[in-house]
C-alpha cells in the first residue's frame, strides 16, 4: 500500500500516488466545473495544482460575528465569486468591501511526503496582501490556533518551482489536522482521494473550499458518503 | 592531516569581504559614502547588515527609508538564501570586494520575501533545520529537543557563536550506530539560468550494497548535466562554500561537515570560468 495510513500520525503519500490523486482530482473537477488544473513544469515533469478566483473580502466584519451564526460568517467573510468583477462592480457593493484574486497551488513535499498548500493574494490593482492581511483574513474559526503559533502555521516563503513569494500553510500541521479528521476508522478511507479529504481540511483555513460535488461516489465504490 | 572538527570550523567562519553601494536614484540629503563589511558566509543578509542600513539612514530623511533590499548586477538577492551560497551563485569568479547595491524603494514583490523583522529570518532559519531533520530523521532528532534548545541554535548563528551553535547542532548530525549514515541527505542545487530556484529530491547517503554514496553519484542522481561526459570540456563547476569538492567525496561526510546551519548542503552549479 503506497499510502501508508497504517499510524494514525502518519499519513504519508509517495509522489507517484500523490500525481495519480491529483489526475483523478482534475477530472472531478472538471465534471462539476471547480476549476483546477495541473501544470507540469518544463524542466522536471513534476507539476502542481492550481487554481485561481476571486473573492469578495469584507475587512470589517467584526471576529465576535463568528459567535453569532457560523453559517453566515464564512460566507460573508468569503463570498465566492464565480466571474472576476471589474473595479467599478466591487466599488459599487459597499465601501467596506473589496475583491482579492486568489491563486492556490497544491505542491508536493518530499521532505515531509505530503501535499503542501501554497496560495498568493492580490487586490485588483495588483497590489499583494501582506501577511498580516492574510493572518486577519484567516477564518474565524481558526483564529485561536493561529494566534498560538502564527509563524508555525502561515508563512511566506519561495514556490519551490517558479521561485517567487507565496504563502504556505506548514506541513506539519497538516497531519495534526488529517489525524483530528480521519480518527480512528482508516478502512473506509481506503479507496478516498487523499488530495480531496486534505484540500476539504486545510482548505477553508485559508478561504478555499471544496464543493460538494467532489463527494459524490463513482458507482463501483457504493459505501458511505461521509467517507470524504 | 587536518582535523574534520576543523573543517566545520573552516566552514563557520568564512568572510566576503564586501562593499556596499546606495542605488543611485535614492533620495538623499547629501553624498552617501560606500560601506564596506566583512559578511559571514553561513548567515543571512538581512541578519548581518543592521550597520549598513544605518549608514545610509543618515543621509536620507526618514520617509524615505522602507524596507531595506540588496541587488548584485540587476539581481535583487534573495535575503534567504545564505550568503555563502548567494555569493557563489551570482560572483564567485569576480574580483574583490564583492559589489551590492542598497535600496530603500521599490521593494520588488514578486522576487524577495519580506523580512521586516528578525523573527522572519529566524521562523525561516528553524524551518530549513526541521526540513533538514524531516529528512534526517524522520524529525525525531528535533521534535525531541526543547525549546531552549532550538533558541540556542538561532542565537548561535545570530551571535556568531560557534560552540553554542555547535553543542545542540551536533545531535542533528547523529544517526543511529546500525545505520551508517542519515535517513536522506538534505540538499539544495542551484543554478542561476533556470527558472525553477533550486532542485531537491530524496536521496539515500548509503546505496543498498552498503557503500557510501559520493557528490559524483548525486548529481549524476539528480542533476546529471552537471557532470559532464569524460571526452567533454568541462563547462561547469560544482561550488560548496567557495570550493570545488572532489567527486569522489562521500555525501554523508559534505552533509556532516560542510551543511550550512540551517542543516542544508547549498550546492552551486556555475559556469567554469574560461581563462
Known sequence: VSCSMAREEDFFLEEKRFKQYCEEFVKRSQQIGDGWEWRTSKDLGDGYLSKTHFQVRNRHIPPDLKEKNNDNTEQTLFAHVEEPLDDSQAAGVGGAEEVVRYEYHVLYSSSYQVPVLYFRACFLDGRPLTLDEIWASVHASYQARLQEGPWDTITQQEHPILGQPFFVLHPCRTSEFISAVLGGSQKHHRHTNYIILWLSTVGPVVGLNLPLGYAKLAPEQGTNADSM | ?275
Not at chain 2, 547588515?49 to 534573495?78: A, C, S
Not at chain 2, 555569493?87 to 521599490?106: E, Y
Not at chain 2, 560552540?163 to 538534505?186: C, H, S, T, V
Open chain 2, 1 to 275: 592531516m587536518t582535523d574534520d572538527k576543523d573543517v566545520l570550523r573552516d566552514v563557520w567562519f568564512g568572510r566576503i569581504p564586501t562593499c556596499f553601494t546606495l542605488y543611485q536614484d535614492e533620495i538623499t540629503e547629501r553624498e552617501a559614502e560606500p560601506y564596506y563589511l566583512l559578511l559571514p558566509r553561513i548567515s543571512y543578509l538581512t541578519l548581518v547588515t543592521d550597520k549598513v542600513k544605518k549608514h545610509f539612514q543618515k543621509v536620507m530623511r526618514q520617509e524615505e527609508v522602507n524596507e531595506i533590499w540588496f541587488e548584485y548586477e540587476g539581481t535583487p538577492l534573495k535575503w534567504h538564501y545564505p550568503i555563502g551560497l548567494l555569493f557563489d551563485l551570482h560572483a564567485s569568479n569576480t574580483a574583490l570586494p564583492w559589489s551590492i547595491t542598497v535600496h530603500f524603494k521599490n521593494f520588488p514583490e514578486k522576487d524577495l520575501l519580506r523580512c521586516h523583522s528578525k523573527d522572519v529570518i529566524e521562523a525561516h532559519f528553524m524551518a530549513c533545520i526541521k526540513e533538514a531533520d524531516a529528512l534526517k530523521h524522520k524529525s525525531q532528532v528535533i521534535n525531541e529537543m526543547q525549546k531552549k534548545d532550538h533558541k540556542q541554535l538561532w542565537m548561535g548563528l545570530q551571535n556568531d557563536k560557534f560552540e553554542q551553535f555547535w553543542a545542540i547542532n551536533r545531535k542533528l548530525m547523529e544517526y543511529p550506530p546500525e545505520d551508517n549514515g542519515f535517513r536522506y541527505i538534505p540538499f539544495r542545487i542551484y543554478q542561476a539560468t533556470t527558472e525553477r530556484p533550486f532542485i531537491q529530491k530524496l536521496f539515500r547517503p548509503i546505496a543498498s550494497g552498503g557503500q557510501l554514496h559520493t557528490l559524483g553519484d548525486l548529481l549524476k542522481d539528480v542533476c546529471p548535466s552537471a557532470i559532464t561526459p569524460e571526452d567533454g570540456e568541462q563547462k561547469t563547476q560544482v561550488m560548496i562554500h567557495g570550493i570545488e569538492p572532489m567527486l569522489e567525496t562521500p555525501i554523508q561526510w559534505l552533509s556532516e561537515h560542510m551543511s550550512y546551519p540551517d542543516n542544508f548542503l547549498h550546492i552551486s552549479i556555475i559556469p567554469r570560468p574560461t581563462d
